[in-house]
């Protein structure tokens, strides 16, 4: 579906630019820490969060296009229905996995929102914002592949 792949592109995109700049902040971390010997104490707590930022949301993008571990060994020799029905199984699983990981994850966000992350002065429920958003997606994107398996279609 089309939406879908905007929607994955933009992630791939956001997730790269994250990325970049992770690799930027721990190229300036090293040289403050070894350089200068004054090494910038807020770069490690913005490390994290970016790691979390560039991490999540392409692992579920990873679930949409089927680039994550998967071993299909045994599946592969099953009837075809079967094969049809395990898909249905797993998809349905990982909808409820999304829809646990938002909901529970929310209420991290909630309940850590008044305090601040230590030296970035920004709301702890940051850290947590990634899950919430990685378990939408892995909802709208199994949402997707739900549809193409009642469609008796597949998208890879």
């Not at 300036?28 to 560039?54: C, F, H, K, M």
């Not at 002065?121 to 199994?142: D, E, N, T, W």
Request: aromatic share 12%; hydrophobic share 60%; glycine share 6%.
């Amino acid at each position: 579906m089309v939406i879908f792949d905007w929607i994955t592109k933009i992630i791939i995109a956001l997730a790269s630019l994250a990325l970049i700049f992770l690799i930027i902040l721990m190229g300036y971390q090293v040289w403050g820490r070894y350089i200068l010997n004054d090494s910038p104490t807020w770069a490690e707590n913005l490390a994290l969060l970016l790691v979390l930022v560039v991490v999540l949301p392409v692992s579920a993008v990873g679930l949409r296009e089927n680039f994550h571990l998967g071993i299909t060994f045994f599946v592969d020799f099953l009837s075809p229905r079967v094969r049809r029905f395990l898909d249905f199984l797993t998809t349905t699983s990982l909808f409820m996995v999304g829809a646990l990981m938002s909901w529970y994850s929310f209420s991290l966000v909630i309940g850590t929102w008044g305090r601040k992350i230590p030296l970035l002065g920004i709301p702890q429920g940051m850290r947590y914002l990634p899950l919430v958003i990685c378990g939408a997606l892995i909802m709208i994107f199994m949402i997707e592949k739900i549809i193409l398996l009642s469609r008796n279609e597949e998208k890879n």
